[in-house]
Structure formats: C-alpha cells, structure tokens
C-alpha cells in the first residue's frame, strides 16, 4: 500500500534531516545562509563572494551580530540542510494526503495522526526560522530538537497502526511489565537527548571565547556541569538498556520482528556510547557529533516501534472499530 511506503520514506527522511542538522551544528554552518527561506537573497546560494553584492556585509551585519564572512562550504551545508527539510516537508503532505484516500473510512486515526505530523514539521520549519533569527538562541535549539522527536513518535504511531493490518508479532510474556520498563526507558532516553543539546549550547560558548575556541582539547574541561550530567546519565542509560534487552530476550523467541528491533538496539546502544567515549577523550571530532545524535534518536525511535509492537493487538484493535 502506498501510504505505508510513504510512510517508511517519511521516517527515513526525518531522520536524514536530523543527521543534516547535526551537521550544521557541529561544523558551525547554523548561520551560512543568514536569511530565510531564501538564502543571501537567493533562491540558488552562490557559490563565490563574487556573487554577492559589494556592500553584503553591511546588509546582513543586523542579523549576524557583525559577524559577517561568507564561507562557500557552510552556506551550501545548510542550504542543503533546508532542501533535505523541503523535501520532508513534500512527503510527509504526501503521506498525509494518501492516508485520506486509504483510511478516511476505516481507520480515522492514521488520518488525523498525519496531518499532525503536517502540522508539527511546518511548526519546527517555522522554529527552524526562529534559530536562525535568534543567532542559535539557548534553549530554542532544546525546543527545536523536541518538537523533533515528537515529529517521530507521531508519526512512526500512524504508521505502526497502518503496518497492524498485515504484520504479525510474535507473544511475549510478562507484557505489561515490559511495557512499563520501554516507558521509563523512553523518558529517560528523551530526557538524555535533551541533555545533550545543553552540551551542545555549553560548546557553542566556548567555540565562542576566542581563548578557548580554537583548542578543542580544552573544550570538555570548559562545558561545566552540563557535559558532566550528561555523562554520568549515559551510566544510567546503558543499565537500562542492558536490563530491557535481558526481559526482551527472555520474554520472547529469538525470531520475529521484537527480537530483530531488540538485536538493532543492542547495536545502535553499543555503537552511540562509543561515539560519546570518543567525542569525550578526543576533543569532540565534529564528525562524530551529528553521528551520536541521530544514533540517539534512531534508538529511541526504536523503543518506541518496540512499545508498539508490545501492544500490537491494540493497535489493530483500534483500526478495526
């Protein structure tokens, strides 16, 4: 069915713009195009100072605190940033205009749950926009990242209640306490992520600090309370997981869709903690940040298809009535 193809792409594509995202960030290109939606006034950014007009520093030098350089490679990252968004935005209407075409008389649901996701991803383009007028204000990047993982669970939900028509899941004992532990996980993880953009705002102030900015080996000892919190709490992170995987594995057979989603988190979990241990001792490589994020929210977003799937009889109990 074409809405649950689409579906799929959706999700694929929010996160490909979650890991653009993160390249934006930690290359510091968030301010390559210092206008919105057009860049430097362009539909097309250019490719060469050449291009711009001679007095384009003045222009610009409001909405960047006089920080005025242009820099070909970041402006082409974060265009690409926003054409990755665009493309988002375009599939994720598709979806939702398909699902009205396959559910509005059957499962009412899905419907609504895709047009919230219109919703949300014009709400972040629109947030979007207010990062880049407000110079990367604190705490409206935290928001920025939220409203994305919202984005996720809403619409791997829509998605999960299309898939129940066709998908059989294997029985798991002890469901309900399964269940209540893929919660905790769930708000503990989101929780860290959040965190992590509060490591993210301390860094851009050090980056800041024209003593410390340009020495990244002394850039952890600089993030204060933040980075700390952040690593003790991936302790607590890798305690739960290890305790999950353990009640997944013993609480139901080694084939099947829960035992494939538990094996991926068990990789993603592994391979996301070594990012940070790396990211920690080698003065942050900006290669390995946007890489430790989209880890991040690809395994929560696995928890979430896991608490789903858990539940799955209900979900196609709703699509039934």
């Known amino acids: 069915m074409l809405f649950r193809k689409l579906g799929i792409a959706t999700i694929i594509t929010i996160y490909l713009l979650v890991l653009a995202g993160g390249i934006v960030r930690s290359t510091g290109s968030g301010m390559g195009c210092p206008d919105w939606p057009k860049c430097f006034g362009m539909l097309v950014p250019p ?21 005025v350089e242009f820099n070909a490679t970041k402006t082409w990252i974060e265009y690409a940033n926003r054409l990755i968004g665009a493309l988002t935005g375009i599939i994720v209407f598709a979806a939702f205009i398909t699902s009205i075409f396959y559910y509005w008389s059957k499962d009412r649901v899905i419907v609504y749950l895709s047009f919230l996701g219109v919703i949300l991803i014009g709400a972040n383009g629109v ?31 829509a998605i999960a209640r299309a898939w129940s028509e066709v998908i059989i899941t294997e029985q798991v004992e002890n469901k309900s306490t399964i269940t209540r532990l893929l919660v905790w996980v769930l708000i503990v993880s989101t929780s ?43 302790i607590i992170i890798l305690g739960l997981h290890i305790y999950l995987i353990w009640k997944l594995q013993k609480n139901t057979k080694q084939t099947g869709l829960i035992s494939t989603f538990t094996k991926a988190l068990v990789l993603l979990v592994i391979v996301e903690i070594l990012t940070g241990i790396v990211m920690a ?30 539940n799955f009889k209900n979900v196609t109990r709703f699509s039934e009535s």
């Not at 490719?47 to 960047?64: C, F, G, H």
């Not at 926009?129 to 939900?157: N, Q, R």
């Not at 965190?195 to 340009?214: C, H, M, S, W």
């Not at 001792?281 to 979430?304: N, R």
């Open 47 to 67: 490719t060469d100072v050449s291009q711009l007009p001679a007095n384009y520093q003045e222009i610009y030098a409001e909405k960047l605190h006089g920080e």
């Open 281 to 310: 001792y080698f003065g942050i490589p900006a290669y390995l940040q946007p890489i430790h994020l989209t880890l991040a929210l690809i395994s929560v977003g696995i928890q979430f298809v896991l608490l789903l799937l858990l």
């Open 127 to 157: 947030l979007g926009k207010y990062v880049v007028d407000s110079f990367l204000k604190p705490g409206v990047v935290t928001m920025h990242m939220l409203l994305a993982i919202l984005v996720i669970f809403v619409l791997l939900y």
């Open 192 to 234: 860290q992520i959040l965190l992590g953009t509060q490591v993210r705002e301390a860094i851009d102030k050090v980056i800041a600090n024209p003593f410390f900015g340009y020495n990244r080996e002394t850039w952890i000892e600089q993030l204060g309370l933040p980075f700390y919190i952040h690593r003790s709490f991936s």
